[in-house]
Protein backbone atom coordinates (compact mmCIF):
# COMPACT_ATOMS: atom_id res chain seq x y z
CA UNK A 1 0.00 0.00 0.00
CA UNK A 2 1.57 3.26 -0.98
CA UNK A 3 1.43 5.96 2.18
CA UNK A 4 1.73 9.12 -0.42
CA UNK A 5 0.69 8.88 -4.17
CA UNK A 6 1.23 11.36 -6.45
CA UNK A 7 -0.37 11.34 -10.22
CA UNK A 8 1.24 11.60 -12.92
CA UNK A 9 4.19 10.94 -12.63
CA UNK A 10 5.39 12.51 -15.19
CA UNK A 11 4.04 15.26 -17.29
CA UNK A 12 4.91 17.08 -20.70
CA UNK A 13 3.37 20.16 -21.70
CA UNK A 14 3.36 23.33 -24.05
CA UNK A 15 3.98 26.91 -22.65
CA UNK A 16 0.76 28.34 -21.78
CA UNK A 17 -1.30 25.45 -20.99
CA UNK A 18 -3.02 23.97 -17.56
CA UNK A 19 -2.61 21.26 -15.76
CA UNK A 20 -3.21 19.59 -12.74
CA UNK A 21 -1.50 17.01 -10.10
CA UNK A 22 -2.93 15.28 -7.51
CA UNK A 23 -2.19 13.79 -4.35
CA UNK A 24 -3.27 11.33 -1.58
CA UNK A 25 -2.34 10.01 1.31
CA UNK A 26 -3.94 7.34 3.74
CA UNK A 27 -1.31 7.58 5.85
CA UNK A 28 -4.42 9.13 8.64
CA UNK A 29 -2.89 12.57 8.41
CA UNK A 30 -3.72 15.81 9.23
CA UNK A 31 -1.17 17.93 7.04
CA UNK A 32 -0.08 18.25 3.46
CA UNK A 33 2.32 19.86 1.40
CA UNK A 34 3.56 20.69 -1.86
CA UNK A 35 7.24 21.00 -2.69
CA UNK A 36 9.08 21.78 -5.74
CA UNK A 37 12.69 21.08 -5.93
CA UNK A 38 14.42 21.99 -9.11
CA UNK A 39 17.38 21.21 -10.98
CA UNK A 40 19.95 21.95 -8.05
CA UNK A 41 17.78 19.48 -6.17
CA UNK A 42 16.55 22.10 -3.63
CA UNK A 43 13.32 21.56 -1.52
CA UNK A 44 11.72 24.76 -1.72
CA UNK A 45 8.23 24.69 0.32
CA UNK A 46 5.35 26.05 -1.52
CA UNK A 47 2.25 25.44 0.70
CA UNK A 48 0.78 23.30 3.39
CA UNK A 49 -2.67 22.57 4.03
CA UNK A 50 -4.04 21.27 7.52
CA UNK A 51 -7.32 20.05 7.78
CA UNK A 52 -8.51 21.63 4.65
CA UNK A 53 -7.21 25.13 5.70
CA UNK A 54 -4.03 26.43 3.95
CA UNK A 55 -1.30 27.29 6.49
CA UNK A 56 1.76 28.05 4.81
CA UNK A 57 1.67 29.78 1.43
CA UNK A 58 5.27 30.57 0.44
CA UNK A 59 6.04 33.39 -2.19
CA UNK A 60 4.63 31.76 -5.38
CA UNK A 61 3.26 32.44 -8.38
CA UNK A 62 -0.59 33.09 -7.94
CA UNK A 63 -0.73 30.72 -11.31
CA UNK A 64 -0.51 27.89 -8.72
CA UNK A 65 -3.58 27.19 -6.90
CA UNK A 66 -3.62 24.11 -4.25
CA UNK A 67 -7.29 22.52 -3.45
CA UNK A 68 -7.69 20.39 -0.84
CA UNK A 69 -11.64 18.43 -1.06
CA UNK A 70 -10.49 16.58 2.39
CA UNK A 71 -7.70 15.58 4.62
CA UNK A 72 -6.31 12.97 2.33
CA UNK A 73 -6.19 14.84 -0.90
CA UNK A 74 -4.35 18.18 -1.81
CA UNK A 75 -3.91 19.12 -5.22
CA UNK A 76 -2.62 21.53 -7.23
CA UNK A 77 -3.42 23.30 -10.09
CA UNK A 78 -0.88 25.22 -12.45
CA UNK A 79 -2.61 28.07 -14.77
CA UNK A 80 -0.59 29.19 -18.01
CA UNK A 81 2.57 27.17 -17.75
CA UNK A 82 5.85 28.93 -18.39
CA UNK A 83 9.63 27.15 -18.96
CA UNK A 84 10.94 27.68 -15.30
CA UNK A 85 8.29 26.41 -13.52
CA UNK A 86 9.71 22.86 -15.27
CA UNK A 87 10.69 20.93 -11.93
CA UNK A 88 10.08 17.94 -9.79
CA UNK A 89 6.86 18.57 -7.82
CA UNK A 90 6.38 16.91 -4.04
CA UNK A 91 3.61 15.97 -1.95
CA UNK A 92 4.00 15.19 1.46
CA UNK A 93 2.48 14.94 4.55
CA UNK A 94 2.21 14.33 8.16
CA UNK A 95 0.91 14.49 11.15
CA UNK A 96 0.81 18.39 12.79
CA UNK A 97 4.40 19.86 12.24
CA UNK A 98 5.74 16.49 13.12
CA UNK A 99 7.97 13.92 10.73
CA UNK A 100 6.79 14.49 6.95
CA UNK A 101 6.09 12.08 4.20
CA UNK A 102 7.14 12.13 0.64
CA UNK A 103 5.66 11.21 -2.27
CA UNK A 104 7.09 9.99 -5.82
CA UNK A 105 7.41 13.26 -7.48
CA UNK A 106 6.03 14.19 -10.63
CA UNK A 107 8.52 15.86 -12.76
CA UNK A 108 7.02 18.47 -14.83
CA UNK A 109 8.32 19.82 -18.19
CA UNK A 110 7.30 22.68 -20.04
CA UNK A 111 8.28 22.87 -23.78
CA UNK B 1 13.52 32.67 9.93
CA UNK B 2 15.69 29.42 10.12
CA UNK B 3 18.29 29.10 7.76
CA UNK B 4 19.65 25.15 7.50
CA UNK B 5 23.29 25.13 5.90
CA UNK B 6 24.23 21.49 4.48
CA UNK B 7 28.01 20.20 4.01
CA UNK B 8 29.84 19.17 1.61
CA UNK B 9 27.52 19.28 -1.44
CA UNK B 10 29.28 16.51 -2.56
CA UNK B 11 30.88 13.47 -1.14
CA UNK B 12 32.91 10.63 -2.36
CA UNK B 13 33.86 7.58 -0.31
CA UNK B 14 35.36 4.47 -1.05
CA UNK B 15 32.72 1.48 -0.01
CA UNK B 16 33.34 0.32 4.02
CA UNK B 17 34.64 3.83 4.82
CA UNK B 18 32.54 6.00 6.66
CA UNK B 19 31.01 9.14 5.60
CA UNK B 20 30.19 12.19 7.86
CA UNK B 21 27.49 15.07 6.55
CA UNK B 22 27.04 18.27 8.95
CA UNK B 23 24.40 20.98 8.99
CA UNK B 24 24.04 23.86 11.04
CA UNK B 25 20.54 25.81 12.11
CA UNK B 26 20.38 29.61 13.21
CA UNK B 27 16.97 29.25 15.14
CA UNK B 28 17.63 28.29 18.49
CA UNK B 29 13.79 27.38 19.33
CA UNK B 30 14.41 24.28 16.37
CA UNK B 31 13.43 21.19 18.27
CA UNK B 32 13.40 18.36 15.55
CA UNK B 33 15.91 17.16 12.85
CA UNK B 34 15.44 14.53 10.19
CA UNK B 35 17.48 13.27 7.52
CA UNK B 36 15.93 12.20 4.30
CA UNK B 37 18.03 10.00 1.39
CA UNK B 38 16.74 10.71 -1.61
CA UNK B 39 17.93 8.15 -4.33
CA UNK B 40 17.40 8.67 -8.29
CA UNK B 41 14.25 9.29 -9.44
CA UNK B 42 12.38 9.04 -5.86
CA UNK B 43 10.97 10.96 -3.41
CA UNK B 44 12.95 11.92 0.09
CA UNK B 45 12.86 9.48 2.48
CA UNK B 46 13.43 9.33 6.21
CA UNK B 47 16.16 7.29 7.49
CA UNK B 48 16.89 8.98 10.98
CA UNK B 49 15.22 11.37 13.24
CA UNK B 50 16.62 13.34 16.37
CA UNK B 51 15.07 15.51 18.52
CA UNK B 52 16.39 18.34 20.85
CA UNK B 53 16.11 16.93 23.77
CA UNK B 54 18.39 14.16 23.08
CA UNK B 55 22.22 14.16 22.06
CA UNK B 56 22.51 11.24 19.81
CA UNK B 57 20.81 8.32 17.97
CA UNK B 58 22.13 5.28 16.70
CA UNK B 59 20.62 2.65 14.13
CA UNK B 60 22.84 0.66 13.04
CA UNK B 61 25.28 1.36 10.33
CA UNK B 62 23.58 5.20 10.87
CA UNK B 63 24.04 7.27 13.33
CA UNK B 64 22.79 11.45 14.17
CA UNK B 65 24.47 13.71 16.51
CA UNK B 66 23.06 17.35 17.76
CA UNK B 67 25.18 19.83 19.55
CA UNK B 68 22.27 21.89 20.58
CA UNK B 69 24.70 24.89 22.16
CA UNK B 70 26.54 25.25 18.63
CA UNK B 71 23.46 24.74 16.71
CA UNK B 72 24.64 21.81 14.24
CA UNK B 73 23.80 17.90 13.62
CA UNK B 74 25.70 15.62 12.29
CA UNK B 75 24.58 12.16 10.06
CA UNK B 76 27.12 9.46 10.20
CA UNK B 77 27.09 6.44 8.20
CA UNK B 78 29.51 3.64 9.20
CA UNK B 79 30.67 0.96 6.66
CA UNK B 80 29.20 2.35 3.53
CA UNK B 81 27.97 0.13 0.66
CA UNK B 82 27.17 1.31 -2.87
CA UNK B 83 23.44 1.47 -2.13
CA UNK B 84 23.72 3.93 0.08
CA UNK B 85 24.83 6.35 -3.19
CA UNK B 86 22.03 8.98 -2.64
CA UNK B 87 21.61 12.54 -1.99
CA UNK B 88 21.07 12.96 1.55
CA UNK B 89 19.12 16.09 3.13
CA UNK B 90 18.97 17.53 6.79
CA UNK B 91 16.15 19.61 7.80
CA UNK B 92 15.31 21.83 11.53
CA UNK B 93 12.33 22.39 12.29
CA UNK B 94 9.64 24.27 14.80
CA UNK B 95 6.48 24.34 13.10
CA UNK B 96 7.89 24.18 9.59
CA UNK B 97 11.09 22.36 8.00
CA UNK B 98 13.77 23.83 6.66
CA UNK B 99 15.73 22.19 4.44
CA UNK B 100 19.42 21.56 3.81
CA UNK B 101 21.08 21.96 -0.01
CA UNK B 102 21.37 18.45 -0.08
CA UNK B 103 24.76 16.39 -0.61
CA UNK B 104 25.29 13.97 -3.19
CA UNK B 105 27.01 10.71 -1.40
CA UNK B 106 28.95 8.53 -3.82
CA UNK B 107 29.86 5.22 -3.15
CA UNK B 108 32.27 3.20 -4.83
CA UNK B 109 32.80 -0.30 -5.13
Known amino acids: DTAVSQTPKYLVTQMGNDKSIKCEQN?????MYWYKQDSKKFLKIMFS???????INETVPNRFSPKSPDKAHLNLHINSLELGDSAVYFC??????????FGPGTRLTVL | GENVEQHPSTLSVQEGDSAVIKCTYS??????FPWYKQELGKGPQLIID?????GEKKDQRIAVTLNKTAKHFSLHITETQPEDSAVYFC????????FGSGTKLNVKP
Open chain 1, 27 to 31: LGHDT
Open chain 2, 27 to 32: DSASNY
Open chain 2, 91 to 98: AASLNKFY
Open chain 1, 92 to 101: ASSLRTDTQY
Open chain 1, 49 to 55: YNNKELI
Open chain 2, 50 to 54: IRSNV
